[in-house]
């Protein structure tokens, strides 16, 4: 578990899919906490195909955590893992993703359990290539 007074706390599940827990708050000074987090996931070899963000205990996301929750998931697709993020209707987190139009955007659940019954991504792909090709 990482840490800073007053901050954030994440807590992190190795495997795949992974896992990043967060209490606290998310804004420009924990932000790089968070990044380090998630780039010490994305580095595992093999890396996961998933990586959940649980954001259910946050009290406050900042814009500086909004932007970097779009960022890694672009990244991340770019290395060939999914992010999604669970909010669990917390309007601390979804209401600044509203705000941002990111809750159209960004791959978001209302529980742990949803997120890790959601199937993996290339599943996804597998079942819109069938609809294309039919």
């Known amino acids: 578990m990482t840490s800073r007074p007053g901050g954030i706390e994440i807590s992190r599940s190795y495997g795949d899919p992974a896992g990043l827990a967060l209490t606290g708050k998310l804004e420009t000074g924990t932000v790089l906490m968070l990044a380090g987090a998630v780039s010490s996931m994305l580095s595992a070899w093999p890396p996961p195909q998933v990586l959940i963000l649980d954001l259910t205990k946050l ?3 900042a814009a500086a955590g909004v932007r970097f929750l779009h960022t890694a998931t672009n990244h991340a697709i770019i290395e060939g893992t999914a992010i999604r993020i669970v909010t669990a209707d917390n309007p601390a987190v979804t209401i600044p ?3 941002a139009g990111l809750h ?3 791959d978001t659940y209302p529980d742990c359990a949803t ?4 199937g993996a991504p290339a599943e996804f792909l597998d079942c819109a290539a069938t609809m294309w090709n039919t």
């Open 59 to 61: 009290s406050f996301l």
């Open 97 to 99: 993703l509203r705000v």
């Open 104 to 106: 159209r955007v960004l």
């Open 115 to 118: 997120a890790l019954a959601a």
